[in-house]
């Protein structure tokens, strides 16, 4: 059995606005996430891609510290400016931090929004629970002028109406305007756009990109889809079965896949290449049930590369300061033209 | 440099085939909401809005839109599971419009159904041999075991399958479960409205490849509804655009993809991000800067 | 896809096998033991009484507890224990006969409602309200006034003036389960009404007849009590609880422990089967399934 290290062993710079190391969840038995380590810069925007069950959203949880009751939370989340610990901090301490410290882009933008309230009062009340506005007027004021960010045609008018009056790509607008409020060290998205119609999607998308760019606010952009992530950050984390299997700047991981599972998923998401006979590259088999997956290597039992030593878990290889994967037979990295990762593969193959 | 499917027969241009599987004519929709004021009725509400389309037999014709352009309306339509308003629908040659539900054996022996979502279409409490057995039963086949045993196969599960119930499979397994229940009548069309959206990346393919194998293996003519212009491009052979209850623009996938003449159209090609373009530096930016006309 | 992961993750790790296991809580715990103890007691009744329930004998007039007369007797010198014994059947037959007349008229009405055509299930539905807009009781009242008084005739009654809340509450159920993509998978499969109604509405309703039927079995058990209370239920000399407090009132002054006995026994029954009934709702209504 090799050691587990932290998964993701980045430099610690003073740079790091989140720093999230060993992370496990776990409900009964059954471990959900286990040993997620990975830091975001100021400024960095960061994809975590992964499908049902990788505990990817559960990664996000946690780091937010809204874990579903039942689950519990071990390891540690760090975040710049904060004095302690995210993990096992207290409902008042957490309460201190989300909003302000940390805010969240959830994927139901109707049930983010309270149904009762009009979008200008959610709006100002997070600016004046963090008392970043002395006063109601002038939270009010703010408001405004955060809706007009988020590019809402007359946002006086929308202050003044309910979410229901909204389309769900305006509401998932307010949703940003509220976690941009208080100016966020880190903006956690889970899924933002995933409910939206693709035209709508590439609005909410640019609004997400400038709102933090804006900002020099880190991202931490959570979905099932490639391309999104691809297109709004420069860096991306893989997880399957409950473990970061990959990172690394978006080109690299999406050009020249070290992991099986990253090579897999790529080759099965693109829809322009086909055999002979027309048909799409596959994985086997089916994502197991969450805390169902093998031991050893999670992804051994659909991977056509899996041989006796998968079945001991796989040490992170890093291949650059924020690159890395955790495979005994990876890709051969230097197939592709240009590669420059240092890593002889053979180093994989304990 | 998409390659159309191959395996496919030359689709013949509507209107040129003996009997058309369906075809579609003016089909408006209108519905009528409940009042919400005292004062005046809601407007009502124009869900189609003068739709005309037809397939010929054994053609892979996609629909694309976004939500509320009326594809869902027009796909219970087709499937005699709604009326229009006005217009006519004819399945195989044989107008299903105005006919009560108990008088359209024929559509259900020649069309069937494949959902988005592979939870809620399958009844929580039915063993899955039962449910895939349910359109033999209701259309009084015999020697169901035996049928149900050899769908299940053609999907890709296996035979005991049958005794469990629908929350022990995983979602692509749920969706094959879908796809044999609608094979079992042995229909000659499929209409599949969204069969992928709701499935994970690394099953997605494989659904798709199990569609298009038995597509070809059954001759079947498919209706494949999308809001992703890239999945109709890969399964289909001709398109229409739909946007607030009108086809904007119909023709083959290539052409629709590589030179939509419809403002919409290029909008909705625009938008969508790829993996591709994203690599070559299109921006969210980008893709949105593409939407103001 | 992320609302579907985390119904994956959260809901396949904590309540997967609560789906098919979930624990017991307490209400349904307490709600059923305190349920089967009354089938127990009317059960006993059949094969053992310490006493007969119905024998008069004036030389034991109101005595109090003691070993031979565990609750003492009453005004005729029955014993009260007895009575209570015997009076469970009473209790638990109102109960049975009010749920079944409400649950196979309601259950019907609102399946029929909830797959009509909209017009149709709204008439239905007003028809309803009208009925449930009309007390219990005095239906109960008129009911034997015309038939005369007896236990039978008044649960009918009960049960009639039960049937609109078993009808709105199934209506709702299939309103939401024709909306169900397997429903329309059932339609597009050439399903006629009626199967789709016995093999996908009821299946998928039955979670909702239980917990109703929980409650209503309670109501009726109230209403019994009432009813004989005011002398148009269970006529003497089958004891019935309900008819044990109204002979009680008289002699509140001198025998409180007369209206106490068959008061608890009562308020204990109503209690069990209103905890049964949450009990159940908890283990069967997928809308709170969802909040956990």
């Not at chain 1, 975001?40 to 994809?47: N, S, T």
């Not at chain 1, 009762?116 to 939270?139: K, N, W």
């Not at chain 1, 995933?194 to 991202?219: E, F, N």
């Not at chain 2, 299940?152 to 879908?178: M, N, T």
Request: one cysteine or more.
């Amino acid at each position: 059995m090799t050691p587990a290290p932290g998964t993701a062993p980045a430099a610690a710079t003073q740079d790091d606005v989140l720093a999230v190391r060993n992370l496990d969840v776990t409900v009964g038995g059954r471990t959900l996430v286990e040993d997620v380590g990975f830091t975001i810069r100021a400024g960095e925007r960061v994809g975590l891609i992964g499908e049902s069950g990788s505990g990817k959203s559960l990664t996000a949880l946690s780091v937010m510290g809204l874990l579903p009751e039942g689950l519990r939370a071990s390891g540690s989340v760090r975040l710049a400016g904060v004095d302690h610990d995210l993990v096992g901090a207290d409902e008042a301490r957490m309460s201190r931090v989300r909003g302000k410290e940390i805010a969240m882009v959830f994927q139901e933008p109707m049930t983010a929004l309270n149904p009762t309230m009009r979008v200008g009062r959610q709006i100002a009340e997070v600016l004046l629970i963090h008392r970043t506005r002395p006063d109601r007027a002038s939270a009010r004021a703010a408001a405004v002028e955060l809706l007009a960010q988020v590019g809402l045609p007359d946002p006086g008018a929308a202050a003044q109406a309910y979410p229901h009056q909204f389309s769900g790509g305006q509401r998932q607008r307010v949703v940003l305007a509220i976690a941009l409020a208080n100016d966020p060290a880190l903006l956690v998205c889970d899924e933002p756009t995933t409910a939206l119609d693709v035209t709508v999607q590439a609005r909410v998308l640019d609004l997400i990109v400038r709102g933090v760019q804006d900002r020099r606010s880190a991202m931490l952009f959570i979905t099932h889809d490639l391309a999104v992530v691809a297109t709004a950050c420069e860096r991306v984390m893989v997880m399957y079965g409950g473990r970061l299997v990959e990172s690394g700047p978006v080109r690299e991981v999406f050009t020249r896949p070290r992991h099986r599972y990253t090579q897999g998923l790529i080759g099965a998401s693109d829809l322009t290449v086909v055999d002979d006979r027309g048909r799409l590259a596959t994985i086997r088999g089916s994502v197991p049930p969450a805390g169902r997956f093998p031991a050893g290597c999670v992804f051994r039992n659909r991977c056509d590369h899996a041989t006796e030593v998968c079945a001991t878990r796989p040490e992170w290889i890093p291949t650059g300061p924020d690159s890395g994967y955790a495979c005994f037979h990876p890709v051969p990295g230097s197939a592709a033209p240009g590669a420059t990762t240092p890593t002889n593969q053979e180093a994989g193959r304990g | 440099m998409a390659e159309q499917p191959t395996g496919a027969p030359p689709a013949p241009e509507p209107g040129t085939g003996p009997t058309e599987a369906i075809s579609v004519h003016d089909v408006t929709r209108v519905y009528q909401r409940p009042r919400t004021s005292l004062r005046s009725a809601s407007p009502p509400v124009h869900a189609l809005r003068g739709v005309s389309f037809a397939i010929p037999q054994g053609q892979r014709f996609g629909i694309v839109g976004e939500s509320g352009c009326g594809k869902s309306t027009l796909l219970r339509i087709l499937a005699g599971l709604d009326r229009p308003t006005s217009g006519s629908v004819a399945i195989d040659g044989r107008d299903l419009t105005g006919l009560p539900e108990r008088r359209l054996t024929f559509v259900r022996e020649r069309l069937q159904l494949v959902f988005q979502d592979p939870m809620s279409s399958l009844d929580p409490r039915m063993r899955v041999g039962d449910i895939v057995a349910e359109p033999l039963v209701a259309q009084g086949h015999g020697n169901r075991r035996e049928r149900v045993a050899e769908l299940l196969e053609a999907v890709g599960l296996r035979a005991d399958a049958a005794d469990r119930y629908p929350h022990q499979f995983s979602g692509g397994q749920r969706q094959r479960i879908s796809i044999a229940r609608a094979l079992a009548p042995r229909p000659k069309i499929i209409v599949a409205d969204e069969p992928v959206s709701a499935l994970d990346v690394s099953v997605r393919a494989q659904v798709l490849n199990l569609i298009a194998d038995l597509v070809d293996e059954l001759s079947l003519t498919l209706v494949f509804v999308s809001h992703d212009l890239s999945v109709v491009r890969h399964v289909c052979d001709r398109v229409a655009v739909m946007h607030a209850g009108q086809i904007v623009e119909t023709g083959s996938t290539e052409q629709v993809y590589e030179d939509p003449r419809h403002s919409y159209t290029r909008r909705l090609i625009a938008a969508v991000p790829t993996l591709g373009r994203a690599l070559s530096g299109v921006s969210a930016a980008d893709l949105n800067r593409e939407q103001r006309p | 896809m992320s609302v579907q992961e985390r119904e994956a993750t959260v809901a396949s790790a904590v309540s997967a096998d609560r789906k098919r296991r979930r624990p017991v809580t307490g209400s349904l715990l307490v709600g059923g033991l305190i349920v089967a103890a009354v089938i127990g007691m009317a059960l006993l009744s059949f094969v053992w009484t310490p006493h007969d329930p119905t024998l008069v004998d004036p030389s034991v007039r109101l005595q109090e507890p003691s070993s031979d007369y565990w609750f003492g007797t009453d005004k005729f010198g029955r014993d009260v224990f007895s009575q209570i014994l015997v009076g469970s059947r009473t209790t638990l037959f109102v109960g049975f006969v009010a749920v079944g007349v409400a649950a196979l008229i309601g259950v019907p009405l609102g399946i029929v409602a909830g797959m009509a055509p909209r017009w149709c299930g709204e008439l239905l539905m007003r028809g309803n309200d009208l009925l449930l807009a009309f007390p219990a009781l005095l239906l109960a009242i008129m009911f034997a006034a015309v038939y005369g008084a007896g236990t039978l005739v008044a649960m009918v009654a009960i049960g009639i003036a039960s049937i609109p809340h078993f009808a709105r509450l199934i209506r709702g159920g299939t309103l939401q389960i024709m909306r169900t993509e397997y429903v329309i998978a059932a339609r597009a499969a050439g399903r006629g009404p009626f199967a789709i109604a016995v093999r996908h509405v009821l299946p998928n309703v039955s979670g909702l007849v239980i917990v109703q039927a929980s409650v209503g079995f309670a109501i009726a058990v109230l209403a019994e009590a009432a009813l004989s209370f005011l002398g148009f239920g269970t006529p003497p000399p089958t004891p019935s609880w309900g008819r044990m407090l109204q002979e009680s009132q008289e002699l509140l002054s001198i025998a409180p422990r007369l209206a106490v006995f068959p008061g608890v026994a009562i308020a204990v029954a109503v209690l069990g089967f209103n905890l049964l009934g949450d009990g159940l709702r908890d283990r069967f209504d997928p809308k709170l399934e969802d909040r956990r």
